[in-house]
């Protein structure tokens, strides 16, 4: 005997159709107040990041590893009590500081000292205030006959080198040494 499906059975399936897409509905509305409450704590997270204090960074902070390119860091550069980029002789000028001086509210000064790595193979040009492949920089050994080149930086209507720094630091400079050079 066959049996059809009747009235009965018809209800039973839009009820149950009825009660699926309900369960679906509640289904997504937990998942958006979920997702709600992810998305407030994210922003919450962030907002705590953004807000605290940042450490300023430390004289010699540099990229892990530096001991592989440079050997034993030498920490006994410190900055004169003037702005500018120094080339860390010590170092054999692979690393460099970018010197700052800062007034405060007492009127009292801090110099604040950044210190850098050059990429690898280079050192710090202190006559181009650059890391350069070394056939392309002065000496390390000449850097601080160029810190007086820091002065210039800033100043309207001043080139930072002029045809007497030219002058002294071509003859210095590897590269130049092997072809002659026509300021």
Do not use: W
Not at 120 to 144: G, Y
Not at 159 to 179: C, F, G, K, M, T
């Amino acid at each position: 005997m066959h049996k059809t499906a009747g009235h009965g059975d018809a209800a039973r399936t839009a009820l149950g159709a009825h009660l699926h897409g309900h369960t679906t509905d509640r289904n997504q509305e937990d998942n958006r107040k979920n997702m709600k409450q992810v998305l407030a704590l994210a922003l919450a997270l962030v907002a705590v990041a953004v807000a605290l204090p940042r450490a300023k960074r430390a004289a010699y902070e540099l990229p892990d590893g530096v001991e592989f390119l440079v050997g034993s860091v030498k920490t006994s550069f410190t900055c004169p009590a003037k702005n500018g980029y120094f080339a860390d002789v010590d170092n054999n000028c692979q690393i460099f500081h970018v010197c700052n001086v800062v007034s405060k509210d007492d009127g009292s000064t801090e110099v604040q000292q950044y210190s850098f790595l050059c990429g690898n193979q280079t050192v710090f040009n202190q006559f181009s205030l650059t890391c350069a492949l070394p056939e392309d920089a002065i000496p390390c050994r000449s850097s601080q006959d160029f810190f007086y080149l820091n002065d210039r930086l800033g100043q309207e209507k001043v080139n930072l080198h002029d045809e007497s720094d030219l002058q002294r630091a071509v003859p210095l400079i590897p590269r130049y040494q092997q072809a002659p050079f026509k300021a």
